[in-house]
């Protein structure tokens, strides 16, 4: 059974950064696509970033060109480096594969404010 395992959240300024990792169990982390997901208060959870096994990356347009997802095979870890964050970033950030997720794990808070 897949397990993952969210951390690198934290309370942090507007304009600030945070780099969140996701260790991942399990033998077919090499071959699966990833995403860094993010659930607000009172919102639905979304997608906010999403690399291939062989590390092709998209973003949308809310966090493009602020969030860097990236993936180290031989950790089994991704990792979500977030720059410039805004107050709107503030949500519960989860790891999962892109298609046919596992069990989703606890999540690391991330609050912007200051």
């Known amino acids: 059974q897949v397990q993952l395992v969210e951390s690198g959240g934290g309370l942090v300024q507007p304009g600030g950064s945070l780099r969140l990792s996701c260790a991942v169990s399990?033998?077919?982390?090499?071959?699966?696509?990833m995403g860094w997901y993010r659930r607000a208060p009172g919102k639905q959870r979304e997608l906010v970033a999403g690399i291939s096994s062989d590390g092709s990356t998209n973003y949308p347009g809310s966090v493009k060109g602020r969030f860097t997802i990236s993936r180290d095979n031989r950790k089994n870890t991704v990792y979500l480096q977030m720059n410039s964050l805004k107050p709107e970033d503030t949500a519960v950030y989860y790891c999962n594969r892109l298609v046919g997720t596992w069990s989703w794990g606890q999540g690391t808070q991330v609050t912007v404010s200051s």
């Open positions: 399990g033998r077919i982390f090499s071959i699966s696509a």
